[in-house]
């Protein structure tokens, strides 16, 4: 079952691993496929291609 629990920009991160941008908090649609990196407490960041905020969800 994959985990879609979504994190806000400026959230921490509960686990390592690979994290993705599920959309943006204005609503705007986004064009970022990239996956960014993270290790368990650190924040998540802006999107990469918009640097709005943004929802991030666990990649597969």
Known sequence: MANDKQY???????????????????GNNHNDDSEIDLSAGDQFPPSPSEHEAAYWVKSS
Request: aromatic content about 6%.
């Open 8 to 26: 806000k920009t400026g959230e921490k991160a509960p686990e390592s691993g690979k994290y993705k941008v599920d959309k943006l908090l204005n």
